[in-house]
């Protein structure tokens, strides 16, 4: 992973890695993941960066997924870290830059990524994922850095079957089917909670490269929620169901295998 990192970074020298968090998190984090150094930021002690990322993730989450300030202080900067992508203004493209209000020399956000702690030492819950920069797979790697300076040994998250996010999330490995998600989120009916084993370097590394793959045994199209509720019902069962990289094809097709 550490080769692969160097090769993002060095193509792209504009972009630096950094983690946004409360000050007490700092000493539990890995500053220097697949051997990148990241800077730490206090939350405490850089408010505008906090503005930032809340304004980067409102124009990537409009509407009903809009993230409460409260909900960003208690449960983002107090429990963990959030891991960023950071660059200048002028890297984001003219239109974005004037959204976010920013200058060519501000610090900018080119992508982030969430995941929470849980109550299961090692296993996080992946809640936010964004990139301003299409095309240069800043989402893929802005998750596999921010899980490293975790130190996540398991991820479980909520994804949408026909979001192109699950060809970012198959960059970490094959997603396990876990269920359907439970409680009233939003998007409810065209999601499900998936997990990353995250303890296979050599696996990870493959998946980041799209080196790893497997065949589908499986196509199901991710508009049909309700063949895709029926999956959801049998992982919850207690099947082995896996979403296989690339996770989507050209088609919109989910791809599905059974077993291992
Ligand atoms: C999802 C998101 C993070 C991806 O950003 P990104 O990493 O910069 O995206 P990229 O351009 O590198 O594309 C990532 C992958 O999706 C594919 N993709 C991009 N747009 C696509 C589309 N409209 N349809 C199908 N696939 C698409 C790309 O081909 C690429 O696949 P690859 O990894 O096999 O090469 C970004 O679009 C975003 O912030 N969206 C809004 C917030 C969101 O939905 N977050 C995810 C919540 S789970």
Wanted: proline share 7%; hydrophobic share 45%.
């Amino acid at each position: 992973m550490d080769e692969l990192a160097r090769d993002f970074f060095g193509r792209h020298p504009d972009l630096s890695l950094a983690a946004l968090g409360s000050q007490a998190n700092r000493a539990s984090l890995d500053l220097m993941p697949a051997g990148c150094s990241a800077t730490f930021y206090a939350a405490e002690q850089h408010p505008s960066l906090v503005e930032r990322y809340r304004d980067a993730n409102a124009l990537a989450f409009p509407g009903d997924l809009t993230l409460p300030g409260w909900v960003l202080s208690d449960l983002y900067l107090l429990p963990g870290a959030i891991g960023m992508l950071a660059c200048h203004g002028r890297f984001l493209e003219v239109p974005t830059r004037k959204r976010l209000n920013l200058g060519p020399d501000d610090v900018a956000i080119a992508a982030a990524y969430y995941a929470a702690p849980t109550v299961e030492p090692g296993t996080f819950i992946g809640v936010s994922l964004l990139s301003l920069v299409p095309k240069i797979v800043a989402g893929a790697w802005v998750k596999a850095l921010t899980l490293k300076m975790l130190r996540a040994k398991r991820l479980r998250g909520v994804a949408q079957w026909a979001s192109p996010a699950v060809r970012v999330h198959t960059r970490m490995g094959p997603l396990r089917v876990v269920s359907s998600v439970p409680g009233t989120h939003e998007f409810r009916a065209k999601s499900f909670v998936y997990e990353s084993d995250l303890t296979d370097a050599l696996a990870w590394t493959g998946a980041m490269a799209r080196r790893a793959g497997g065949t589908p045994a499986e196509k199901i199209p991710a508009a049909d929620t309700e063949r895709l509720a029926a999956l959801c019902e049998r992982a919850e069962g207690g099947e082995r169901i896996f979403v296989v990289p690339p996770g989507l094809d050209a088609g919109g097709n989910v791809l599905i295998k059974y077993g291992q």
